[in-house]
C-alpha cells in the first residue's frame, strides 16, 4: 500500500468498534482440501500458519467459557443446494457430503460442546441458524477465523456486521492460497467492517475476560 493510499484511507475509514461483552469464537471452513497439495483448494504453508494460531486462540477462548463455534461446507450429492455458487466454482465439488477433502484440517476436532453449522454459500450468516443462535446466547460479538480470507471469512464479516455483532477479524488465524488477496482483503475489512486484530491481541483480550 503506498502512503497515498494508507492516508487517503485514514482520513475515511480510521474507526474501531472495540470488543463486545460477550463473544464467541467463529473458525469457518478449517476443511482438509485447503491442506491437501493434490487438491485444487490447496494454499500451502500460510493454512498451516493459519490452522495452528486458530488452535491456540480456540484454547484460550475455551478456557475463558467463550462460546466456540465450527463451520463447514457440505452439499448434497447432486450439488442442487448449491445452486449458483456450485455452479461457478468447481472445487466445491470437493464438500459433497461424504468426501475425504471436506474433513477437518490437521489437529482440528470439534468437541462435544461446540456447535458445527453445515453451510452452502460463502458466509457462515447466509442460509444458516448461526444469527438467532448468538442471540439466543446472549452473543454480541465475534472474533473469526478461518479460510480463506477472501473468500468465507470476508462474506462472513459483512454479516456478521449486518446482524449487529462487533466483529473482530484475527489476521494470524487466516489464510488464503496468496498474500494478495489476504492482505487486500484483511485491509478493506478492517476499513469498513470490523477491526482486524492479531493473535497476540485476541488472546490478551480473551484471558482478561
Known sequence: MSDDLLENYKRAYNTRVGFGKKPALVMIDFCRAYFEPDCDLYCGQPVYDAIESALRVREVARKAGVPVILTCVQYHASGVDGGRFFEKAAPLRYFVKGHPMAAWGPGLEPFEDELVIPKQYP????GTSLASTLTAMGVDSVLLTGLSTSGCVRASCV???SHGFRTAVIADACGDRHSGPHE?????MNAKYADVIDEAEALAYLSGL
Open 123 to 126: 458466509s457462515a450468516f447466509f
Open 184 to 188: 487486500a482483503n484483511l485491509f478493506d
Open 159 to 161: 454479516d456478521a456486521m
